[in-house]
């Protein structure tokens, strides 16, 4: 039986995000504690357990089909590997951070200094792009102590919370880009696979559209459902329900969470009453 074999992070929280993702899809998998691989008995798909680092290379040379993995890795392999979806979650930063105690007006006073960074070749980019003269230090792993302990004048590295450069008494001055969980995808993928690709990836936009949506019931006069109606446009209609008091129904709709707020105020303007609004699990459109 065809299967799809996908890769994630092997600890961490893009491991722990990307297996709950999986499981909001409906996809279980099993055993997958200290395992370099693992299967799923409810959907063909093989799970990879990969250091982050070798996650794009084994895109990029086809061992895996797919790969949940930080959007800053692929611009670190100069965006040799396709983006197919966005999954907003491991939200971070690559950023240029120097000492506290130093003076920093521009990106031109990065000239002459020496930074450290675990992505040269992002960091290569941007100074080249800037016309910046710095010499590059590559550092694997805890590049925020390198200031501290003389190897560079500042750093490049993935920045979240900022509390890691807080306890090194570092300071964020530049975001050179902002990353998040992405789906990528293989060049090499065959015909059959890519049929199961898109099975995994409806489910996962089914499962990504339900976390930026609201459901919503609410109680109006009837004459005011088409006004009420065209605030509420995530669905093709909202479903309407008379009630047992006379002359009102109960509209029953989906708002998104970027406009929450917007959208219940123009609705209680509109003569929208007794609001609830809950979450939802699943959205398939």
Known sequence: ?????????????????????????????????????????????????????????????????????????????????????????????????????????????LNDLKIATSYPNTLNNFLNKESIKARTHVINGSVEIAPNIGLSDAICDIVSSGSTLYKNNLKEVYVIHYSEAVLAVSNTIDKKSNELLEKLLFRIKAVLKAKKSKYILLNAPNEKINTISKILPVLKSPTVLPLNQKGWSSLHSVIEEDTFWEVIDKIKEAGAEDILVCPIEKMVL
Do not use: H, T, W
């Open 1 to 109: 039986m065809q299967r799809i074999k996908i890769a994630i992070q092997k600890s961490g929280r893009l491991n722990e995000e990307s297996l709950s993702l999986l499981k909001k899809c409906g996809i279980n998998i099993d055993n997958y504690k200290d395992q370099l691989k693992a299967s799923s008995v409810n959907f063909p798909i093989d799970v990879f357990f990969l250091r982050n680092s070798d996650i794009p290379q084994y895109i990029i040379d086809g061992i895996v089909d797919v790969a949940i993995i930080g959007e800053n890795l692929i611009i670190e392999n100069d965006n040799k590997i396709d983006i197919i979806e966005r999954l907003g979650f491991s939200k971070c930063k690559v950023s240029i951070a120097v000492p506290n105690k130093m003076e920093f007006n521009s990106i031109m006073d």
